[in-house]
C-alpha cells in the first residue's frame, strides 16, 4: 500500500505537478512583462512586440485541439485589443483565440482539454529551441547537453559547446528580435485557458491514478525511473524558458522606467 501512495504521488508531480507549476510561473512572469509595456506604450504595444509569441500560442492551442478531435467554431491567431466589447462573441481583450467544443461523453475529448489549456507553454518551448538550432547551433547543443542527463547535467560540455561555436552577427540580432517577440507574447496564459485546463484535470488525474495503481500492483514499476528522466527533461528545457522569460521581463521593466 505505500509503494501504491509513493507511486502515484510520484506520477502525478511528474506529470501534472512539474508542468503545472513551470507553466503558472511562465504566466506570472510574461504578464508582468505585458503589464510592462501595456502601461508604458500602449495596449497595443504587447501586440506589436509579441506577434509572433500570440501566432504561437493559438496554433498551440489549435493544433492540440485538432489532436484531441474536438470541433474548431472560430479561429483568429492574432488581434488588436480593444476596450469595448461589440457583441457577445466579442473578445474584446483577447489577442488570439481559438473556439472549439467537445463532446463531454468522451473521455478523450475532455481529457484533451488540459493539454489544449497548457498547449502554448510547449509550443513556444519547441518554437525557441528551433529557432537556436537554426540560427545558434551552439546555444541549441549547449541546452540539450544539460538536459540529456539531468540527473548529471553536463556543465563543462554545455559551455565548451555555447562557447565555440561561432554564431554570425545577424544571426545573434535574428534570434534575439524572434525570441523576445515569442517570450513576450506567448507564454502567458488567460484565465480562459486555465478555465479550459481545469475542465481535463480531474479526468487526467484520475486516468493517472489507475494506470499507476494498476501496474503497481500487478509489479511493472520500472517505468517509473524513465518517468523521472523524462519530468528532469522536460523541467530543464522549461527552465530555459523561464530564464529567457525572466531576462525579457527585467529588459522591459529598465526600458518601462526609463520611458
Request: charged share 10%; with cysteine; aromatic share 8%.
Amino acid at each position: 500500500m505505500e509503494n501504491l501512495f509513493k507511486n502515484n504521488g510520484l506520477a502525478l508531480l511528474i506529470l501534472i505537478g512539474v508542468p503545472g507549476v513551470f507553466a503558472w510561473l511562465l504566466t506570472l512572469v510574461n504578464r508582468q512583462t505585458k503589464a510592462n509595456l501595456v502601461n508604458h506604450y500602449g495596449i497595443n504595444s504587447q501586440v506589436s512586440c509579441g506577434f509572433l509569441g500570440i501566432i504561437i500560442h493559438e496554433l498551440s492551442h489549435l493544433i492540440v485541439a485538432l489532436i484531441f478531435r474536438h470541433g474548431i467554431h472560430s479561429v483568429r491567431l492574432l488581434k488588436l485589443p480593444h476596450l469595448h466589447q461589440v457583441d457577445e462573441s466579442d473578445e474584446a481583450m483577447a489577442l488570439g483565440y481559438v473556439n472549439h467544443t467537445w463532446n463531454r461523453h468522451s473521455l478523450y475529448q475532455v481529457i484533451g482539454n488540459l493539454f489544449i489549456g497548457v498547449a502554448p507553454i510547449f509550443g513556444c518551448t519547441a518554437a525557441l529551441l528551433g529557432l537556436d538550432r537554426l540560427l545558434a547551433p551552439g546555444l541549441f547543443r549547449a541546452v540539450f547537453l544539460i538536459a540529456d542527463t539531468p540527473e548529471q547535467p553536463q556543465w563543462a560540455a554545455s559551455l565548451h559547446a555555447l562557447t565555440t561555436t561561432p554564431v554570425s552577427w545577424w544571426q545573434a540580432l535574428l534570434l534575439l528580435f524572434l525570441t523576445l517577440t515569442i517570450v513576450i507574447g506567448g507564454f502567458d496564459l488567460s484565465p480562459a485557458d486555465y478555465q479550459n485546463s481545469a475542465i481535463g484535470l480531474y479526468s487526467t488525474v484520475g486516468l493517472i491514478i489507475l494506470i499507476t495503481s494498476i501496474l503497481t500492483l500487478i509489479g511493472i514499476t520500472g517505468w517509473l525511473h524513465q518517468l523521472v528522466t523524462w519530468g528532469l527533461l522536460v523541467a530543464m528545457i522549461l527552465s530555459y524558458s523561464l530564464l529567457l522569460s525572466l531576462i525579457v521581463m527585467a529588459v522591459t521593466r529598465l526600458l518601462s522606467n526609463r520611458a
